[in-house]
C-alpha cells in the first residue's frame, strides 16, 4: 500500500513552453503532497506543499506564478512549469501523506520526473 | 529552525565490511528522523525511521540506527554490505511540522 507514481517520468519540452507532472496516490487518499526538486548530485529541496481543495504554500524562493500547483482531488496533485527555460531542468519529486493511516507520520515519494528544457 | 548534516559526500565500504554513514541533526523540539535510499533516477526509498520510543530502530534491507539524543546523532548501520546497497542515502528530519528537511546526501559505494 501506499504507493504514489508520477507522469510523465521523463519530458524534454522547448524553452517557453509549459510543462504538467503529475502526481498521483494509487491506493490511499492523500490530504496533503508535497512537491521537491532535486539538481544532480544534491539533496531535494522542498518547493511547496500542497493541500486538498486549497492554495499550494510555497518556500522562500520558489515563484508561485512559475510553478503552478493544483490539488483538486484527494488523488491527484499537479505541478505546471510555465514558461520553462533550461534553469527549469531538473528532477522532480512528489510525496503524499497518508493521514489516516499508522504511518500517519512518513511521506511517500513518487518515482520522480527528469525535466529538460532545450 | 532545524538542520540535518551527513558527514562524508561519500563512502565506499568492501562487499561484506561494515556500513556505517553519519547523520548529525539540530532541532529546537523533539524530532522525528528518517532514512531514504535512492537508486539512480527514482524516488526515495524509506529505509527506517525513529518517531519515539525505541533508541535503537530497525528497517529494511538489515540496516539499522540509533537515536543518541545526547552526540544529536542518528548514523546508519548495516553489517555487511552488499553489491545491491549501492545508492544515495538520504537522513531527513521532522520537526513540529510534516515538512522533512533532508540533509546533503552520502554516495555508497560497495567494492567486490
Known amino acids: 500500500g501506499a504507493v504514489v507514481s508520477q507522469h510523465p517520468s521523463w519530458v524534454i519540452c522547448k524553452s517557453g513552453t509549459s510543462v504538467k507532472i503529475e502526481c498521483r496516490s494509487l491506493?490511499?487518499?492523500?490530504?496533503?503532497m508535497f512537491w521537491y526538486r532535486q539538481f544532480p548530485k544534491q539533496s531535494l529541496m522542498l518547493m511547496a506543499t500542497?493541500?486538498?481543495?486549497?492554495?499550494?504554500?510555497?518556500e522562500q524562493g520558489v515563484e508561485k506564478d512559475k510553478f503552478l500547483i493544483n490539488h483538486a482531488s484527494l488523488t491527484l496533485s499537479t505541478l505546471t512549469v510555465t514558461s520553462a527555460h533550461p534553469e527549469d531542468s531538473s528532477f522532480y519529486i512528489c510525496?503524499?501523506?497518508?493521514?489516516?493511516?499508522?504511518?500517519?507520520?512518513?511521506?511517500?515519494f513518487g518515482p520522480g520526473t527528469r525535466l529538460t528544457v532545450l | 529552525a532545524q538542520s540535518v548534516t551527513q558527514l562524508g559526500s561519500h563512502v565506499s565500504v568492501s562487499e561484506g565490511a561494515l556500513v556505517l554513514l553519519r547523520c548529525n541533526y539540530s532541532?529546537?523540539?523533539?524530532?522525528?528522523l528518517f532514512w531514504y535510499v535512492q537508486y539512480p533516477n527514482q524516488g526515495l526509498q524509506l529505509l527506517l525511521k525513529y518517531t519515539t520510543g525505541a533508541t535503537l530502530v530497525k528497517g529494511i534491507n538489515g540496516f539499522e540506527a540509533e537515536f543518541k539524543k545526547s552526540e544529536t546523532s542518528f548514523h546508519l548501520t548495516k553489517p555487511s554490505a552488499h553489491m545491491s546497497d549501492a545508492a544515495e542515502y538520504f537522513c531527513a528530519l521532522r520537526a513540529g511540522s510534516y515538512q522533512l528537511t533532508f540533509g546533503k546526501g552520502t554516495k555508497l559505494s560497495v567494492i567486490p
Open positions: 491506493d490511499f487518499q492523500a490530504t496533503t
Open positions: 532541532s529546537s523540539v523533539p524530532p522525528y
Open positions: 510525496s503524499a501523506r497518508q493521514p489516516t493511516s499508522g504511518r500517519a507520520d512518513e511521506q511517500f
Open positions: 500542497s493541500n486538498e481543495g486549497s492554495k499550494a504554500t510555497y
